[in-house]
Nanobody, 123 residues
Framework: QVQLVESGGEMVQAGGSLRISCAAP????????MGWFRQAPGKEREFVAA???????LVASSVEDRFTISRDNAKNTIYLQMNNLNLEDTAIYYC?????????????????WGQGTQVTVSS
């Protein structure tokens, strides 16, 4: 069993910043890549960002100028730093993990999922 626990989602004002976290206490850091997807109301779940076992990031083009992903292998935790938030960023953010070596934006390539954390951007 692989448990992924997201935290840090909350309501923030447009233009503000927020950092959300995903803890994976049962994962071996060298064996799993981890990442984030999000799903807004009425929309499909979309890829946001991912990070390799060694810390190399991949960020979706739609947010790459504002979001950064990082990981702390000692804590088995990844982070998503979101800056200059806008209303379009409102969504449930899901943490994901995969044993694949190479990163992918396809949902089918990710094998473990958290329950999500709600991020709401207000005006």
């Amino acid at each position: 069993q692989v448990q992924l626990v997201e935290s840090g989602g909350e309501m923030v004002q447009a233009g503000g910043s927020l950092r959300i976290s995903c803890a994976a206490p049962a994962l071996t850091p060298s064996a799993f890549a981890m990442g984030w997807f999000r799903q807004a109301p009425g929309k499909e779940r979309e890829f946001v960002a991912a990070i390799t076992r060694n810390g190399d990031p991949l960020v979706a083009s739609s947010v790459e100028d504002r979001f950064t992903i990082s990981r702390d292998n000692a804590k088995n935790t990844i982070y998503l730093q979101m800056n200059n938030l806008n209303l379009e960023d409102t969504a449930i953010y899901y943490c994901a993990a995969t044993s694949r070596v190479f990163l992918s934006g396809n949902r089918g390539d990710w094998h473990h999922w958290g329950q999500g954390t709600q991020v709401t951007v207000s005006s």
